[in-house]
Each structure stands twice: as structure tokens, then as C-alpha cells.
């Protein structure tokens, strides 16, 4: 006898929980202008009983609610959206369709300093145009490689002075130029007139 109370109570509380436990289903879409198609992986969030699933690979759910419940669909990159359960909701679900959320960005004017920044960047890398003075230190012909072995410098006194004279010449301003020609004899190069 124990054993009938105990299936009756049980059985009434299951029926009666059961009644107590509506379940919302349906589909998220996104709407675009043209076309409905489904959201994966949305939020459906019951904000009064605070519970929430995701939707599956093709946009379906279903959350327990009850009537005048409020649950929000979303999606990231998409506006939210509100609805107030109704009773016809339990019979015949609820689609909701989400608008995407558009982002506009500020614009950009692109403008062209190239020279200012070539010039920076040249004297940011100078180190890498400048070259090493090499084995020879410096004493190489302009336009080729290797040391420069004259016979003419070593044996002829003259050569080796004009040679002094073009260094001098290096090192030395304008004015100097003509003071020192003059003196070594190659004044006849400068027709003063």
C-alpha cells in the first residue's frame, strides 16, 4: 500500500513539474537584405531565469522559459535582440533574425613626404654608405682596385713633388690652391688675366 502513495506523489510531481518546464525552440538567421541564413554558435540568453545556450551548426535552440520571460539574441559582429516570451512561442517556436552591425572607420589621407623621409633614413643609415679605407689605406687609383706601384713616384723627384702639391691641394681652400701651384713651377696652368 505504501508502495501506490509513493507512485501516485511521484507521478504527480513529475506531471506537474513537467507542466511548470515550457521550452522555447527555434532558428537564429542572419537577415540581410535579400537573404535569411543561419547563425552558428549564438548567444540565446533567458536574462530572467538566467540561462543561456548556444546554437548549433545550424542556427536551432531551445531554452526553458516561461510567459512573459525577456530573452536576448546575439552574436558577436551582429545587434542584439530582445523579445518578451508569449504563450504562442511554446507552440510554434520563435525565429529571430539578426541585422550585422556595421562599423564605418574614420578616413585616412595618405600623404607623400618621401623626400623628407628619404633624407632621414639617409642619415639614420650613413654608417652602411660609408666605406672602410681598406688594406691599402686609401692609396689606390680612383677608378680600380689593388696598390699602386709607380715607378715614376719612387724615381722621379718631380712627380713625387707634384704629388705633394695635389695633396696640399686636397687640404687646402681656393686661394691656397693658386699660392701653392705657383711655388712648385705650375703656374703657367693659371692664365691670370
Do not use: W
Not at 501516485?8 to 511548470?20: D, E, K, V, W, Y
Request: hydrophobic share 35%.
Amino acid at each position: 500500500m505504501q508502495y501506490r502513495y509513493y507512485l501516485i506523489f511521484t507521478l504527480l510531481t513529475t506531471t506537474f513539474s513537467a507542466a511548470g518546464q515550457n521550452v522555447v525552440k527555434g532558428r537564429v538567421n542572419n537577415f540581410t537584405y535579400d537573404t535569411l541564413s543561419f547563425l552558428a554558435n549564438a548567444s540565446v540568453t533567458n536574462t530572467t531565469r538566467n540561462a543561456s545556450v548556444l546554437t548549433d551548426q545550424y542556427g536551432y535552440y531551445s531554452i526553458p522559459a516561461n510567459e512573459n520571460d525577456r530573452i536576448v539574441y546575439s552574436h558577436t559582429g551582429f545587434i542584439s535582440d530582445t523579445v518578451i516570451v508569449q504563450s504562442q512561442f511554446f507552440i510554434s517556436g520563435y525565429d529571430a533574425a539578426l541585422i550585422e552591425e556595421a562599423a564605418f572607420l574614420a578616413g585616412v589621407t595618405v600623404m607623400s613626404e618621401y623626400r623628407r623621409d628619404s633624407i632621414r633614413r639617409r642619415q639614420q643609415y650613413a654608417f652602411a654608405y660609408e666605406k672602410p679605407p681598406g688594406i691599402t689605406g686609401g692609396n689606390t687609383p680612383q677608378a680600380g682596385v689593388g696598390i699602386v706601384l709607380s715607378p715614376f713616384s719612387f724615381f722621379f723627384p718631380k712627380t713625387k713633388r707634384n704629388a705633394a702639391v695635389e695633396e696640399k691641394i686636397t687640404k687646402a681652400g681656393r686661394r691656397s690652391v693658386y699660392r701653392l701651384c705657383f711655388r712648385a713651377g705650375m703656374g703657367k696652368l693659371f692664365n691670370r688675366t
